[in-house]
Nanobody, 114 residues
Framework: QVQLVESGGGLVQAGGSLRLSCAAS????????MAWYRQAPGKQRELVAT???????NYADSVKGRFTISRDNAKNTVYLQMNSLKPEDTAVYYC????????WGQGTQVTVSS
């Protein structure tokens, strides 16, 4: 297992940017993929972006062209750069490690005001 700690959330106006970080308790090189999910009030948790060990990325259609997922293996950290934020991006954002049993972070709140 791996412990994941997210940071970087906050309150931002529409059109603004935030960068989320997910720090892992051990090397992420052995983890097949890392992902960011989000959950808005009253809605199901949804996949936002993934990045494989080899660096291949995938995004939900709703964030393509605005969000960028990246990883720094030396720092055991995964990032989510969020630009052109919209009120509908408001949610708790969770980091997830794709490994047997899965590992979730505690989440970080992102609030986008109109």
């Amino acid at each position: 297992q791996v412990q994941l700690v997210e940071s970087g959330g906050g309150l931002v106006q529409a059109g603004g940017s935030l960068r989320l970080s997910c720090a892992a308790s051990r090397s992420i090189l052995s983890i097949n993929a890392m992902a960011w999910y989000r959950q808005a009030p009253g809605k199901q948790r949804e996949l936002v972006a993934t990045i494989t060990r080899g660096g291949t990325t995938n995004y939900a259609d709703s964030v393509k062209g605005r969000f960028t997922i990246s990883r720094d293996n030396a720092k055991n950290t995964v990032y989510l750069q969020m630009n052109s934020l919209k009120p509908e991006d408001t949610a708790v954002y969770y980091c997830y490690g794709v490994l047997p049993g899965g590992s979730w972070g505690q989440g970080t709140q992102v609030t986008v005001s109109s």
